[in-house]
């Protein structure tokens, strides 16, 4: 396994592209190989990447009620979750949870809002926060994710100030409609056109844990290489109480990291982010996918789950010998 492991570094190295075969081949490393893959994901982040490691803060600006019913969601209107419900906060409190987020280190800062998509009277405020922010940290990177979105929309966004989107695909195509059933796979995808068209940098992703099989998690980095995107979000399902996949079991730490190392040999030039579930499937393994290729991390709480403290990651990823 070490020397198929070290053919595709060098292949990856010398800037070619490996194929699926190449990458599924990759699941069937176990036991201690697991670690030379870990560390060769780890040479091809170092090469593509550097030694920086992006932090994102997300929050959630409008809170519950979500008429979609996504599986793993704890917003969705479906779900009996008791999470707070709020509708959009106001610009004054984007404001502050901006400062707040940009003092504690971020990088960048997400605003985040349930629903399908947002009326005309909420994009107003939108674009108000962005702007407002903007202006007041011309530094930070300034993110949103806020459903589906029409071109108009996405053009007002980026000439507010918005650096990034984010829409998630979620999992692979066959398997999205065991998800959500209020939209379709080709919604999210339109999405991604849109934005692309508006010419803001996206941040798509998925969820792990959700009941796909391991090969279609290799296919689903395969989609998001197809995409061209600027970064992957790769989140864990976190099963919350009261939702769909409330019940399922997590996934083994060592197969989830096995994945995001098998992400970075199939995208290796690109930013790939831990989002949320992190602390839930890893526990004492996280730094151990920060040494797997992952170059990026949410910190903080998430919408509507806890996080670590803020403190204790940024500790952990520079005891790790991470620049932040
Ligand atoms: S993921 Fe978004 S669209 Fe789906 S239910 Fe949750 S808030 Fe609604």
């Known amino acids: 396994m070490q020397k198929l492991i070290s053919n595709l570094t060098s292949k990856v190295l010398s800037q070619r592209d490996i194929s699926k075969d190449e990458a599924l081949s990759l699941l ?7 670690f030379y893959l870990f560390a060769s994901a780890n040479s091809i982040r170092q090469h593509f990447r550097g030694n920086k490691i992006s932090l994102c803060t997300i929050t959630n600006a ?18 009996n979750t008791n999470i707070a419900v709020y509708p959009l906060i106001s610009v004054d409190e ?14 960048r800062f997400c605003l985040v809002t349930s629903g399908g998509s947002l009326d005309d009277k909420e994009m107003d405020l939108i674009c108000e926060g962005i702007s407002r922010i903007k202006n007041k940290f011309p530094h930070i990177k300034l993110d949103a994710s806020l459903g589906k979105i029409d071109y108009p929309a996405a053009k007002r ?6 650096n990034r989107y984010n829409h998630n695909l979620e ?48 296919e689903f980095g395969f989609i998001l290489k197809g995409l061209d995107l600027d970064s992957i979000a790769l989140n864990f ?8 996949l409330a019940q399922r079991e997590p996934s083994p730490a060592l197969e989830l990291i096995k994945i995001a190392a098998i992400l970075r040999f199939i995208l290796p030039d690109k930013e790939i982010r831990l989002c949320g579930g992190r602390e839930k499937n890893l526990r004492g393994l996280q730094a151990l996918a920060f040494c797997a290729g992952i170059d990026a991390t949410i910190i903080g709480d998430y919408l509507t789950t806890k996080g670590n403290p803020v403190k204790e990651d940024l500790e952990m990823l520079i005891d790790l010998g991470f620049s932040v």
């Open 94 to 107: 984007m404001l502050r949870r901006a400062e707040q987020a940009i003092r504690a280190g971020t990088h």
């Open 171 to 218: 999992t692979v195509p066959e398997y999205f409609s065991q998800i959500c059933s209020t939209h379709t796979y080709r919604d999210r995808l339109e999405t991604i056109s849109i934005l692309k068209q508006a010419g803001l940098e996206i941040c798509c992703g998925g969820i792990l844990g959700m009941g796909e099989n391991e090969t279609q998690r290799v």
């Open 62 to 79: 409008k809170s519950g009620d979500c008429f979609e019913d996504c599986k793993f969601c704890a917003q969705s209107r479906y779900h």
């Open 28 to 34: 069937q490393v176990k036991g201690s190989d697991l």
């Open 157 to 162: 966004l980026k000439e507010a100030g918005l």
């Open 237 to 244: 399902l976190n099963p919350i109480p009261g939702t769909g």
